[in-house]
């Protein structure tokens, strides 16, 4: 419920704007990868297990793990952002904080400091399995703001 | 030829091992990246351009970006390691330096400072058009030796 | 009251061995930090303004900041280590948020992931005017427990 | 020698400017600090053993080798940025590699790549003892140029 309230404040122009941009990124359509949240300075994204986007152990690769809060970072912040602007990512850190294994992964990317130039995320994805969830990975990122240059 | 060199003076099976754990993979396979040097606490890895690694923009994902970055540090590390031990991520850091466009992106992943239980590595990311490299993506990266499990 | 009653928690031993290592860290005394909570997994450290601890606009350092940052991360860690072990910082990635002027500056560390080699903590530094608390800094840090090394 | 070079390549303004920057800041005076080289791109700053900058075992403390690392790549961005601008650090990672205990730790902030917004430095810390250097700490920084707001 808290949840849908806060969906609801996401503007319809917003949304369709984040999700059109995460359809055109190849990357996330070829891991398998889908937005299932758009809340306002939240953002989250739901990667099923597949061999696919395993490392040499079977677990989830760090490399998939990232890639997917590294993304939902930055939809978050652009949940923020004026119209007409980008967003870029400048930096992130991720610790890996045990095996990811289950039926999917899932990125959660939370605005900590918004701002006009500079916006840091805090980064989390959570393994899950029969519905139970374990941080595997926790992280933060700062994004930059590009104004004069829209996001299609 | 210095590479040469220093290709040599890791041992045949060690060769074998990271080959073998690389080929293991299955991120690294859909992302269509390649090893392309393993030297004694130094790896490189190579990805090219394709429509399925990108972002909104048409360039590099990050995601894409820091796999072969975390992988390349985290292989770099391995070729210093003990035989029946294995690898893994603690953490790492990574800034996006600039666009990564060309017709491929190359991480080259070096261990700054061995250790029996933690290891540091340089993680660097160059864009290649035309046979020209330029840096997109630095960063530094935590890595762990754990014992008692071989990497297999 | 949730503080006092988590406060408890913690033994009175290792209450005694952290603030007994707290008084030996040269740089906190000189700094004129002081500790301010111990909890299981969580250390608040303090630090009143005053020109020793300024950049040179007057706010605080970011070397001030982020050295409260790591010993209160530091000292939460070591609150869950066994006894006869001592902890030792790995590394940590800081944002500051926003410039850090007030009365004082407080440090909050918190276990994120316990350990029995690594524990990861975030770590967050608000500035405190006239009682209210402004986030200026946020971070997050891996230490490892060194066993049969007493922190004395 | 080489270093003499490149000093003289820093305009004598720029200079004057970053050390009457330096002297203003009570840490750096605080903790006995001093700036050793101002180079394009390059800076470094030097900090003498003594008791108050230790941690409980008697080493350099990781938030004072943390603090000249953050303050000799903020001049060394600094170093870059045109007239009238000042320099904010967003965000520092930093491993500690070992113990750091000698005469004195040097820091020293290399620019990897200036920007007209942001500018990411490498950062290296070495403990020295009898003119023997060793790398104790490595990390890497993000740094804004403030437009505007001449540092004074």
Chains 1, 2, 3, 4 share one sequence.
Do not use: W
Request: net charge neutral.
């Amino acid at each position: 419920m808290k949840d849908q309230t806060e969906q609801d404040q996401v503007d319809a122009a917003v949304r369709a704007r984040i999700q059109a941009s995460f359809d055109r990124q190849g990357l996330m359509r070829h891991l398998g990868a889908r937005l299932t949240h758009i809340g306002p300075g939240r953002v989250n994204i739901s990667l099923p297990t597949r061999p696919e986007v395993t490392q040499q152990n079977g677990y989830f690769h760090a490399g998939a793990t990232s890639a997917i809060a590294d993304t939902a970072g930055g939809y978050a912040a652009f949940t923020l952002f004026p119209e007409g602007t980008s967003v870029l990512t400048v930096e992130y850190k991720i610790n890996l904080l045990a095996p990811a294994e289950g039926e999917r992964i899932e990125a959660e990317g939370t605005v900590l400091r918004p701002g006009r130039t500079l916006t840091v995320c805090r980064l989390e994805v959570f393994a899950v399995r029969e519905e139970r969830r374990k941080l595997v990975a926790a992280g933060q990122q700062t994004l930059i703001c590009v104004e004069g240059r829209p996001d299609q």
